[in-house]
């Protein structure tokens, strides 16, 4: 791909996810929205003027690092603590729903299998691919109505990482009953390593940190260094302990939080994020949408995962959030929070497609999961806050 076809694309990206952001904003929806929608328009969908390829799919993926990292530099721990327990049965629920939801579904369509049988593995791995939650979304909306560091928002952080993680475990799994190679108890050795590992590394690094800040306060070297450790940690995350390198990026911000200069690094980073990363990453989403593909054979199928996998994180994160002590609007919000799907669901996908255990034509309905479920989180999350605001004594 040549230079020209590169500042074409961005040009054409920057511009659409601009003026349907400030659409979406003027509508009263979130920004977010009105660039996934600027994607679909510029796509294959309608104008086909952007085909996404490597690079703009590599630019999408340093946008959703950003965002993550700088979530985690909003994190507040003290929040976090006092969620730990709640978010990891909310993940729970919200893996086990929508994985026995999904199985059912594929088995409604194509006939109930026997465990153990091929069939039985398809339908198996069309629930893994609804276990996956993508809080970047989320994240993008929180922050914009500043809701990032509250109660809510610490606890859908919190039940999305730990969703990640077992997520993975679930996926070796079922990957497993394909491949007898996979072993799942390494996958599930090498998650907890990483934890550990980036315990002990944050405090060393936390420690040094804080040397800098206390020798260069407010200087642009703090947040460089701190975007060189949010890539290392995504990276190492995910090419020795197998974690996605979004919780490797929101780990590294945890770490950095705590830092007198955690708000200036956020600052910095939210400058490269609004400013080129993240138009690319949201519009990548509706980039790699073809709506025209969807025939009456399979569109049956991909509403019914649609609303299976809006209703599978909904019901087993809000109603157990309600019975955890929430009330029934913060309840509300940690469902509707927890029903994204993004990038891990267009992995776990592949995977299965390279596995040869998903025929490719459900790849349209994965993504269009991630489109809706996109636009929706963002218009129904702000509508949930407004009324509140609007009724708040």
């Avoid at 025939?295 to 909904?314: H, P, Q, R, Y």
Wanted: charged letters at 15%.
């Amino acid at each position: 791909m040549d230079t020209l076809s590169i500042l074409r694309d961005l040009a054409i990206i920057v511009i659409a996810a601009k003026v349907m952001g400030i659409v979406a904003r003027k509508l009263k929806a979130p920004q977010v929205a009105g660039e996934i929608i600027a994607g679909l328009i510029i796509g294959p969908t309608l104008l086909n003027l952007v085909v996404i390829n490597d690079f703009l799919s590599g630019m999408a993926e340093v946008g959703v690092i950003l965002l993550m990292f700088s979530a985690g530099l909003e994190t507040d721990i003290d929040n976090l603590k006092k969620s730990g327990i709640k978010a990891t049965i909310l993940a729970c629920a919200g893996v086990s729903i929508p994985l026995i939801l999904g199985t059912i579904l594929y088995m409604s369509f194509y006939g109930f299998a026997a465990p153990g049988s091929q069939e039985f593995t398809h339908a198996l791995f069309i629930g893994t691919i609804l276990t996956a939650t993508s809080v970047s979304i989320t994240v993008q909306v929180l922050k914009e109505l500043g809701k990032i560091s509250s109660e809510v928002g610490a606890t859908i952080m919190s039940a999305a990482i730990i969703d990640d993680v077992i997520g993975i475990v679930v996926l070796t799994a079922v990957l497993g009953l394909k491949d007898p190679n996979s072993n799942t108890a390494i996958v599930c050795l090498k998650t907890i390593l990483f934890f550990a590992v980036s315990i002990v590394v944050g405090i060393i690094i936390l420690y040094i940190m804080k040397k800098a800040v206390a020798r260069w306060p407010h200087t642009r070297r703090i947040p460089i260094i701190g975007m060189a450790i949010a890539f290392v940690f995504s990276y190492a995350a995910d090419r020795y302990f197998g974690v996605a390198d979004i919780t490797g990026a929101y780990v590294a911000g945890i770490i950095l939080s705590s830092l007198d200069d955690s708000e200036y690094i956020d600052r910095k980073m939210d400058i490269n994020s609004y400013m080129i990363f993240g138009p690319v990453f949201f519009a990548s989403v509706g980039l790699q949408t073809n709506l025209k593909e969807i025939d009456m054979t399979i569109l049956f199928f991909s509403l019914a995962f649609v609303v299976v996998g809006l209703l599978g994180k909904v019901i087993g994160c809000g109603l157990v959030a309600k019975i955890l002590g929430y009330n029934l609007s913060d309840s509300a919000k940690i469902g509707v929070g927890m029903m994204t799907r993004g990038e891990v669901a267009l992995i776990v996908a592949q995977r299965g497609l390279k596995a040869e255990i998903i025929d490719s034509r459900y790849f349209t309905a994965v993504i269009l999961l991630i489109v809706i479920s996109s636009i929706l989180t963002p218009i129904i999350l702000k509508a949930f806050y407004t009324y509140d605001d609007k009724h708040s004594v």
